[in-house]
């Protein structure tokens, strides 16, 4: 397990925060103060979540902050608010770090906000978490050989199933959050609508209803069309969108298998498909129900990766719980990544849902995903999620799933 409370490294500082702060640790715990640097050189110490300077220290400087960014760092600023209009405060906002606070503020209010910002850190992976971000980076071999396994197939892209553990929990922002970053790294991603309980991928971006999931399927099915002409380009995100049904009441007319080989289709020409499914995956047909979530259930049998989404409470677990006993048999070999979303705890909650959940199963990795109250004003604006706290902890995790395609080889497209 690794490490819980903030690890910090601090800028050394003349005013007394610093002090105080070390003081507190030492006296308190709540965060280990790995070490407090002189000079720019010295934070390329590994090992730390977050580093924490004042608004004047003369090495931070944009190039700094976001370099440590890039290395997985968060960068709290402390100013003085006595100084005129907040001067201080600006000039930490100028440089893009990810939290500020007043350097008059009580050592237990720094750990909290310092807890906050290393809350993209906070993880859990399994020792073969980083042989299957390898894995992933490279395309799918199709088809193998029965009898020894060797490759026979064509290469296909990569299929990540983002997956609710309930309904309302962020599965659509989180699949959508990921196309956007995929796409800022280079991957050109689709994002699927697979969700025929509640698709809402076009009417949560302002795009049209057609063409679709139905349109989709029509070329796949009747081989006629090209299936490129059923994707909407999302030209601000850098991917394109395949949309869900127009209308959740047709979900009827959608066949798994068709929605499967649609998706597997798309595959065959993009390097990375983002696809969101709905919560719901009983077998119904199985017990002498209706033909109802089938969809969900042939597309998570077809994933390379699994991205579940929950809320980052005691219940949120236990119904990552009862998910995974009903999806055990469609993704028995995949790996499946815990995405607890909304979070607004430190570390200290954080551990205990990690602790309550790998209790009873341990997933590939578990992610915490910050609540971000940006989010809302995208939403309403049909906007993609900005830069924030949403966006910053989903890098992480999308830099888990697929690493940038700098690092990899590129797929033929059939063009
Ligand atoms: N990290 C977050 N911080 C703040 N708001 C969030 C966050 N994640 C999601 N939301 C908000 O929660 C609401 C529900 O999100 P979303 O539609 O993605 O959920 P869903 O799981 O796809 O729901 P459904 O079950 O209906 O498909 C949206 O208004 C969204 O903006
Ligand atoms: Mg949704």
Redesign the pocket.
């Known amino acids: 397990m690794p490490e819980r409370e903030p690890v910090i490294v601090m800028a050394h500082s003349p005013r007394s925060w610093a002090r105080t702060l070390k003081q507190h640790v030492i006296d308190h715990g709540g965060g280990r103060i790995m070490a407090s640097i002189m000079a720019a050189e010295d934070a390329s110490l590994d090992g730390y979540d977050v580093f924490v300077a004042d608004d004047t220290t003369s090495f931070l400087t944009p190039g700094f902050v976001a370099d440590l960014q890039r290395r997985g760092i968060s960068v709290v600023g402390v100013y003085n608010p006595a100084e005129a209009e907040a001067s201080g405060k600006q000039r930490l906002l100028a440089l893009q770090v990810d939290d500020v606070i007043e350097a008059d503020a009580s050592p237990n209010e720094f750990l909290r906000v310092l807890a906050r910002a290393s809350v993209g850190s906070l993880t859990y992976d399994d020792p073969g978490f980083s042989a299957l971000m390898a894995d992933l980076a490279r395309p799918a071999l199709e088809y193998e050989d029965p009898f020894d396994g060797s490759p026979l197939g064509s290469e296909r892209g990569r299929l990540v199933v983002v997956a609710?553990a309930s309904?309302?929990?962020?599965?659509?922002?989180v699949a959508i959050g990921l196309a956007t970053l995929l796409a800022r790294s280079g991957n050109g991603p689709v994002l699927v609508d697979a969700?025929d309980v509640?698709p809402?991928v076009v009417q949560r971006l302002g795009l049209p209803v057609h063409p679709n999931l139905r349109s989709a399927i029509d070329v796949v099915h009747n081989r006629n069309g090209d299936l490129r002409d059923s994707l909407i380009p999302v030209t601000v995100g850098g991917f394109e969108v395949l949309g869900g049904l127009a209308n959740r009441r047709d979900w009827y007319e959608l066949r798994p298998a068709d929605v499967a080989e649609a998706v597997l289709e798309l595959a065959r020409i993009r390097d990375h498909i983002v696809v969101n499914v709905s919560?719901r995956l009983e077998d119904l047909p199985a017990i002498g129900g209706p033909a109802r979530y089938g969809v969900t259930r042939s597309v998570l049998a077809l994933a390379d990766v699994v991205l579940l989404?929950a809320r980052p409470t005691p219940v949120g677990v236990a119904r990552v719980l009862d998910w995974i006993a009903e999806a055990t048999p469609l993704i028995e070999a995949t790996p499946l990544i815990v995405a607890f979303?909304?979070f607004e705890g430190g570390a200290f909650k954080a551990a205990e849902i990690e602790a309550e959940l790998c209790h009873v199963y341990q997933p590939r990795a578990i992610r915490f995903?910050?609540?971000?109250k940006s989010?809302?004003h995208a939403?309403w604006q049909g906007m993609l999620p900005n830069r924030g706290p949403?966006l910053k902890s989903l890098a992480d995790l999308s830099a888990a799933v697929v690493p940038s395609t700098r690092a990899r080889r590129r797929i033929r497209r059939t063009q």
Not at 369 to 372: G, K, N
Request: aromatic share 4%; charged share 15%.
């Open positions: 609710g309904g309302g929990v962020g599965t659509t922002e969700d509640g809402s919560s989404v979303n909304g995903i910050s609540r971000d989010l809302a939403t949403f």
